[in-house]
């Protein structure tokens, strides 16, 4: 009778990589968007009462974040989104928004109080900004040009992926002529 030894490497290979290529794969089909697309038509109100729509933005780099107070990877995230992005490019051709998803109004502005963000926050109870973007997982962000088309997306939380969408924000700015 032959040895069958299987190598353990080669064992959770098996195990492990169909796992790990599911979870890519459902990523990639819950994500409705594509970079280089047309924005879809959305608008909000945000908790401080202001309005913003494919008109208002027009001409202006915009980003979109998708979170939930319940979420560890959105909390991690939130406040370089405040630190790193919001106090950096708030006064130049930028506008930023967070949207609680399944969040009403009330529950986001005692959110935003405890943890004292200035980020302009609107609350999307029944996903109807959301499902636009995508069908499930956050936090997700979405770059979108001046030209209104989306330059940069991403799903989930890490510092590499976060610097990236910096470097994007900046030179999505400087095309548009704001430094």
Not at 22 to 41: N, R
Not at 75 to 101: A, C, T, Y
Request: one cysteine or more; hydrophobic letters at 40%; glycine letters at 6%.
């Amino acid at each position: 009778m032959r040895n069958l030894t299987i190598p353990l490497a080669s064992l959770l290979l098996c195990v492990v990589a169909p796992n790990f290529f599911a979870a890519d794969q459902s990523e990639f089909e819950s994500t409705l968007t594509k970079v280089g697309q047309q924005v879809p038509e959305f608008g909000w109100t945000t908790l401080d009462g202001q309005n913003f729509d494919a008109k208002t933005l027009h001409g202006k780099v915009v980003l979109v974040n998708f979170f939930a107070t319940w979420c560890g990877p959105c909390m991690e995230e939130m406040p370089h989104l405040q630190k790193d992005i919001f106090q950096k490019f708030k006064d130049k051709n930028f506008v930023m928004v967070s949207i609680g998803r399944e969040h009403n109004e009330t529950e986001l502005k005692e959110f935003r109080k405890k943890r004292e963000f200035t980020i302009p926050i609107a609350a999307d109870p029944e996903r109807k900004i959301y499902s636009r973007f995508a069908t499930q997982y956050i936090p997700r962000n979405y770059v979108i040009a001046a030209d209104g088309k989306i330059a940069f997306q991403s799903v989930g939380y890490n510092q590499e992926e976060f610097k990236q969408m910096l470097n994007v924000i900046d030179k999505e700015l400087k095309k548009a002529g704001t430094k």
